[in-house]
């Protein structure tokens, strides 16, 4: 009887399991994490290519009129100590207040259209910086949150405005805590547009640090060997302030770094961000744009 009971049962568990284990369901999924991830490394190479030229001409006037001072801002809160050094003990920033910065003063005013003003205050400054990092060079770039909702009303399947633990994509489920908000365990659109936002800043930001000035993971010497210890960013050096060959957490939040961007390189989530972890971040960003791009031209 028993095993006639267990016989039965089995069918039942298969139609349970295949419910479970829709396989268009899991197809479907498979699909929204990849467009996730596409749209992404798009945005985040936008934001990249659009900030390097402009952010690049603040970081090394900043740093060689401050030494040892330079925030590489990504936030509101770090582009604000940019704009303590250079307005100093003064409550705006004027003209001549900083020698050589003439010209980026006057590249805020007329990104800004003030007009001769004879200061920059500091909001005014805030709204630059913002600009600066979300619409660069390129004038045509979409508004701030068009990709995020537009990958939004993808994962949307049931078009309720919401997205639920099913419609999560894997770096959703990863990253939830910080998604969800208000802790209810679905997340808003706006939820997703924070979400997205910072996704792409970290990708950028990394972006940044692999194609800096001797940033190149895969650096070769003569023969075509990987030289160790080459191919880093100069920041990890000047980072590593007791010269033990990596990153310490404290480290990197002393010198004001986005703390998402190290926890995207730790690999291991150990708090240390070596030189191999580095490289290895770096080569796995690389192929996994390869293998995006070749995605998108077949």
């Not at 039965?8 to 284990?21: D, E, K, M, Q």
Request: aromatic share 8%; with cysteine.
């Amino acid at each position: 009887m028993r095993h006639a009971a267990r016989g039965r049962s089995r069918p039942l568990l298969l139609a349970v399991l295949v419910a479970v284990i829709d396989p268009a369901s899991v197809g479907a999924a498979e699909e929204q994490d990849k467009y996730e991830e596409q749209v992404l490394a798009r945005c985040a190479e936008r934001t990249h290519k659009n900030a390097v030229g402009e952010r690049a001409q603040w970081i090394k006037a900043l740093e060689a009129a401050f030494p040892d001072k330079v925030v590489h801002a990504a936030t509101e809160e770090e582009y604000a100590t940019w704009y303590a050094l250079l307005a100093g003990k003064n409550e705006d920033w004027r003209r001549d207040d900083v020698p050589g910065f003439a010209e980026l003063f006057d590249k805020v005013v007329q990104r800004l259209e003030l007009g001769p003003v004879p200061s920059i205050k500091r909001d005014e400054f805030a709204r630059y910086t913002k600009k600066m990092m979300r619409d660069g060079p390129g004038r045509d770039a979409p508004e701030p949150n068009e990709d995020a909702d537009r990958v939004f009303r993808v994962l949307d399947r049931n078009a309720d405005g919401e997205l639920a633990p099913e419609e999560f994509t894997a770096g959703l489920k990863d990253d939830k805590l910080a998604a969800d908000a208000d802790g209810n365990g679905r997340l808003s659109k706006a939820e997703y547009r924070g979400y997205f936002h910072k996704r792409v800043q970290v990708r950028a930001d990394t972006l940044s640090a692999g194609r800096a000035p001797g940033g190149d993971p895969l650096a070769r010497g003569k023969e075509g060997k990987a030289v160790p210890g080459a191919g880093l960013p100069e920041w990890f050096a000047t980072l590593d302030t007791d010269k033990d060959g990596q990153i310490a957490l404290f480290e990197w939040r002393k010198a004001g770094r986005s703390i998402a961007a190290f926890t995207e390189m730790d690999l291991n989530a150990d708090g240390l961000l070596t030189r191999d972890e580095y490289q290895r971040f770096m080569k796995q960003s690389e192929d996994k744009r390869k293998q995006q791009k070749r995605e998108e031209q077949d």
